[in-house]
Nanobody, 116 residues
């Protein structure tokens, strides 16, 4: 079955960096686009970034453009989110997402907290 497992969250200072990883299994990873979304405390789910199946195109929410970079390694079935110049408003649970066939799949999430 499809599984998405995020890792790499934690506590960072404002201006700091974190790198999130999402290990995928149960589907042909290299043929599907992947994305990241986040949910801040008391707020709804916000799409953050997406990447095409071959990595040829990437997409970002305006709130993270220029600070976050999405990438993937199809040999490792893993998608990454490099987060630089972190701000307190980036504090959220970050989720990895894949739409496989008719279904949406989400990981369990990884907490990112940006605070001094």
């Amino acid at each position: 079955q499809v599984q998405l497992v995020e890792s790499g969250g934690g506590l960072a200072q404002p201006g700091g960096s974190l790198r999130l990883s999402c290990a995928a299994s149960g589907f042909t990873f290299s043929t599907y686009a992947m994305s990241w979304a986040r949910q801040a405390p008391g707020k709804g789910l916000e799409w953050v970034s997406g990447i095409r199946s071959d990595g040829s195109d990437t997409f970002y929410a305006d709130s993270v453009k220029g600070r976050f970079t999405i990438s993937r390694d199809n040999a490792k079935n893993t998608v990454y989110l490099q987060m630089n110049s972190l701000k307190p408003e980036d504090t959220a649970v970050y989720y990895c997402h894949a739409r496989v066939g008719l279904y949406d799949y989400w990981g369990q999430g990884t907490q990112v907290t940006v605070s001094s």
